[in-house]
């Protein structure tokens, strides 16, 4: 699909980027625009102990497939359909169904590192990057940890302090200089959201940006 454009969006873990995707995506036809999602690609841990799984840092480009992801994205881009993973964050391990996603105009492509990755960035039309106070980024992480993934607060204390903070202001944060737009606020600035989405639609209108 030589049209497909590709609509990146970053931020920190809890900024609300993954509102920001969503919010995109719901405003268009199922047909016209899809989501892939960077946290679907972690390596799978199979075959290591709790406590090598206890070391491993979730945080570091290193934790993510996106050689595939490059791959799944080029897919698209060529109009063929992808098989993308579905992983289990309690068991860290790929179950065995996939999400078939089918080719589209748009693609929106979701994740703390999407902007980090130079080969992943360089096929962005639209870079976005979603800035939210550390603080709450913090809280909204706490309570998602502990509420879908069946983790207690001391692991994602911990957890923060050694990696998730650490590897923020490595990878994720210096990305912020690539967007071409800085969405304040995450998923809360309605303002921001609809700009970008009355743009897109003007794309699929007129097939230019």
């Not at 390596?43 to 934790?63: C, T, W, Y």
């Not at 993973?85 to 994740?111: L, Q």
């Not at 809280?139 to 001391?154: A, P, S, V």
């Not at 990878?171 to 009355?198: H, L, Q, T």
Request: aromatic share 8%; charged share 30%.
């Amino acid at each position: 699909m030589s049209n497909c454009i590709f609509v990146g969006v970053a931020g920190g873990s809890g900024s609300g980027k993954t509102t920001v995707a969503y919010n995109l995506i719901k405003a268009f036809k199922s047909e016209d625009a899809v989501l892939v999602e960077q946290d679907a690609y972690y390596k799978e841990l199979r075959d290591q102990s709790i406590e090598e799984m206890g070391n491993v840092n979730f945080d570091h480009p290193a934790s993510i497939e996106f050689d595939l992801i490059k791959k799944h994205l080029l897919d698209l881009k060529n109009g063929k359909s992808i098989e993308r993973p579905i992983y289990d964050f309690k068991t860290h391990a790929r179950k065995d169904e996939k999400i078939n996603i089918h080719p589209s105009k748009i693609v929106v492509i979701e994740g703390i590192l999407i902007l980090a990755m130079p080969e992943i960035r360089d096929m962005l039309d639209v870079k976005i990057f979603v800035d939210t106070d550390a603080d709450e980024m913090l809280l909204r992480r706490i309570e998602r940890d502990i509420n879908e993934r069946g983790r207690t607060f001391e692991s994602v204390k911990n957890q923060y302090l050694e990696t998730v903070k650490p590897m923020y202001l490595e990878f994720c944060e210096p990305s912020k200089r690539y967007a071409d737009v800085i969405i304040p606020r995450g998923g809360e600035n309605k303002v921001a959201i609809n700009m970008i989405i009355a743009k897109l639609k003007r794309y699929l209108e007129k097939g230019t940006l």
